[in-house]
């Protein structure tokens, strides 16, 4: 029998996409997959390393891959690996470091390993779109990988030296790997890479390469991963108006202050990023908008902080991804005065926190009484399905003998749940 194997992925939706093709991978040649709680043969971990909780998480997990079994194979890889190679060899406890460009032949590398061949992770063939599709998923949309890399170089941010230039996918690639993913029983599919709004291959931009796969034939809808307020206009704004085009964008704003943006070099200011949620809402007016919120980034005053709480009570984002600003070495803002003690940091994401539950709250009440196409994701033991609504709201209804898996059920929203992160409840 052949050996089990384990995985954890940390961070972006691009890590899972990555290792969602790895499992395939591995499942396809009759590995069984385990859970990272469980004892293994190998580990895989995929690593993150955008903020330092981000390292912290990443380093814990390695830490309980080595303690499960310290007998196992250990592969470590994803953007720490590229940050931060030398320290994690230093551990002694990894059997094999794997930058980014190298990810896509982890499975050589491990099935070479165990059938008696050592290789070198840098013997591996460098290749960002080297995955094949994932048959196999860990989840029940189907991640599709469009572009990697960045050349904005935010000044808090890493990522540019951690997952390279930018590199846009070519299209042939790209529909090949929708229909077959389609062919296995998808139908939702999540476009995602690290800048995914300057995708751009042989005159094909961002905006032409949805409007293609729109076109695409079959019972699916697509749904935009993390995209930045750049690169396209109002033509993907009318293609919202598709059927298969979800009605929800995580656009990331970052700050509401237009001299914080300015600082971070941010490729836009507060009133362009006003302007297309109001152009979105204005054809759609229950669009989804959720975003990222760094708290505290050097020389961030009160009135910038104020700035950023107006945008969210205006905007209305139903979802907010609250960050405290994490210092990164080698980026602009490490070398910037003023930065802001972490209590002030701490206290300004709580505040960001405590408004993006009201909105949260707020947005989800307005599907009380209407209708949502729900992706089943999960069949508890009580009976009951859960999965996610075209708007990408979370929603759960008693199951009968029609639900399945990763087929789609119309249902009607009748309340909302009374905790934290509330669901919407529904009926068929």
């Known amino acids: 029998m052949k050996e089990k194997i384990a995985f954890k992925t940390l961070g972006c939706r691009l890590n899972q996409y990555e290792t969602d093709s790895l499992v395939s991978d591995f499942v396809n040649a009759g590995y069984k997959i385990v859970g990272f709680g469980e004892n293994a043969d190998a580990y895989i971990v ?3 390393t955008v903020t330092n909780m981000g390292d912290h998480k990443s380093r814990q997990t390695i830490n309980q891959a080595y303690r499960r079994n310290k007998e196992a194979v250990l592969v470590v890889t994803g953007c720490m690996v590229n940050n931060y190679k030398e320290k994690l060899e230093s551990s002694g406890r990894i059997t094999y470091l794997v930058e980014n460009e190298r990810k896509a032949s982890i499975f050589h590398l491990l099935d070479s390993h165990f059938h008696g061949e050592i290789i070198h992770p840098e013997e591996l063939a460098a290749n960002k779109f080297g995955y094949g599709p994932a048959e196999n998923s860990l989840h029940t949309r189907s991640l599709i990988k469009v572009q990697d890399g960045c050349d904005n170089f935010c000044t808090f941010c890493i990522v540019p030296f951690v997952r390279g ?3 846009s996918r070519p299209y042939e690639q790209i529909e090949k790997n929708i229909r077959e993913v389609l062919d296995f029983g998808y139908k939702e599919i999540v476009l995602t890479g690290v800048n995914i709004g300057r995708y751009e291959h042989n005159g094909l931009d961002f905006e032409c ?3 293609r796969i729109i076109e695409i034939p079959g019972d699916f809808r697509i749904r935009i991963s993390s995209i930045e307020p750049e690169g396209f206009g109002d033509k993907l704004f009318q293609l919202f108006e ?5 009605p929800h964008l995580h656009l990331c704003l970052q700050s509401g202050s237009e001299k914080i943006l300015l600082k971070m070099r941010r490729q836009y200011t507060v009133g362009q990023f006003t302007a297309m949620t109001d152009r979105i809402r204005a054809k759609i007016p229950d669009f989804n908008f959720t975003t990222d919120i760094i708290a505290g980034f050097p020389g961030e005053t009160d009135k910038d902080f104020e700035d950023s709480c107006k945008i969210v009570e205006k905007i209305g984002f139903s979802h907010i991804h609250t960050f405290k600003y994490s210092m990164r070495s080698g980026t602009r803002a490490e070398r910037m005065p ?4 972490d209590n002030v940091k701490n206290e300004r994401s709580a505040v960001i926190r405590e408004l993006a539950e009201k909105h949260k709250r707020n947005y989800r009440n307005t599907f009380i009484g209407k209708t949502q196409t729900v992706l089943v994701e999960k069949i508890d033991r009580a009976g009951f399905a859960k999965g996610y609504g075209e708007h990408y709201v979370p929603i759960r209804f008693k199951a009968d003998e029609k639900t399945s898996l990763k087929d789609f059920r119309k249902v009607k929203i009748i309340q ?3 905790n934290s992160n509330p669901s919407l409840i529904a009926t068929p």
Do not use: F, M, S, Y
């Open 209 to 211: 390469l949805v409007e």
């Open 242 to 246: 598709h059927p298969k085009l979800t």
């Open 338 to 341: 003023d930065h802001i003690p």
């Open 46 to 48: 995929n690593t993150c």
């Open 416 to 418: 909302i749940e009374k």
């Open 165 to 167: 230039r930018a590199e």
